[in-house]
Structures are given as structure tokens and as C-alpha cells.
């Protein structure tokens, strides 16, 4: 279809569109059923799984065209920043930072060093995507300060490399 419809002008339009409210749906189908436990971990695997699942499928599928590429980008920003009323406040920010905390403290069990450096790495993924990144700022600011005024800091390498992270991602 994609081979088809790439010489046609304005022939991937359609699809473009498509693609974005199926993957638009799909996030949004995938962070409805956050249970209980662990929900800053279950909000931002969700949507690293739905990134990376569609990202494949249009390196794969759709030749990396940009188009589709943006469309991504565009229904991963409304998957992030998805509101059920617009008086409700956004709690992606909030789960975002919570998520990082819990990876940066020393009681993250069973993973070693280079597992947190990859699942940091992936936050910055859905980081990217937050519009309120100030409100992000603050929880993650108020979670750092007590992480190392209680020494429940891993390691401080971590702790640079995520903010060194988040200060080129934020640029």
C-alpha cells in the first residue's frame, strides 16, 4: 500500500492520518487499564512499548518515511498529555518523575547499573513528549533533593547522566 500510494501526490496523506488515530487509540487503550500497584512503571512502559511497537513498524513497513515519523510523534504527544476532562490536571509529568525515582534509588532490586541506564534512557522517550515539562521539573527537583539529602541516591552517576539527559532533550 505504502509503495503504491508514495509516487501519488498528497497519496500518503490519508494514511498518514490513519496511522496516527490507530496509534493515537491503541496508547490510550494501553494506559485505561493502569491497575493500582505500580502505576508510574505500568504508565510509562505502556508507552515505551507503544513508541517502540510502531517505530519498528514504520522503520520496517513504511521505509523510516518522516512523514509517518511526525505522525508518531504527534499521537504519542496527545497519548502523553491525554486529559479526560480539560478541568483534570495532567498527571504524566507526576508518573514520569515518580517512575525515575524509583529507579534512581538504591532499593531498585534486582536490576544492575546498565538496566537503569537503559530504562533512563527510555524515559527521556515519553519525556520528550510531556508539554508541562516545568510541572515535570518540579516533582523530579523535589524527588532528587530528597534522594541525596537521605542518601537513597544509587549512584551519582545515574543521577548526572539523567539530568544530562533531560538537559539535552529539553533543548
Known amino acids: 500500500m505504502y509503495e503504491l500510494l508514495r509516487p501519488v501526490t498528497n ?3 490519508i494514511m498518514v492520518q490513519e496511522l496516527e488515530l490507530h496509534i493515537k487509540e491503541t496508547g490510550l487503550a494501553a494506559i485505561s487499564n493502569l491497575k493500582r500497584e505500580n502505576i508510574p512503571a ?10 517502540k511497537r510502531f517505530l519498528e513498524m514504520i522503520k520496517n513497513t513504511l521505509g523510516n518515511d518522516q ?7 504527534k499521537a504519542c504527544t496527545a497519548i502523553v498529555n491525554h486529559r479526560h476532562s480539560p478541568q483534570e490536571i495532567c498527571r504524566s509529568p507526576e508518573l514520569l518523575a515518580k517512575y525515575a525515582d524509583t529507579l534512581l534509588k538504591k532499593s531498585s532490586r534486582g536490576l ?3 538496566d537503569i541506564e537503559d530504562k533512563l534512557t527510555q524515559c527521556i522517550i ?3 513528549y510531556i508539554d508541562d515539562k516545568d510541572i515535570f521539573q518540579k516533582f523530579y527537583a523535589r524527588m532528587l533533593a530528597k534522594r541525596l539529602i537521605h542518601g537513597l541516591s544509587m549512584s ?4 548526572e547522566g539523567m539530568i544530562n539527559r533531560l538537559k539535552v532533550s529539553n533543548n
Open 11 to 13: 497519496g500518503l496523506g
Open 156 to 159: 551519582m552517576d545515574l543521577e
Open 112 to 114: 544492575n547499573e546498565s
Open 67 to 73: 512523514v509517518f515519523t511526525k505522525a508518531l510523534d
Open 42 to 51: 505500568q504508565f510509562v512502559e505502556s508507552i515505551q512499548a507503544v513508541h
Open 126 to 128: 515519553v519525556f520528550r
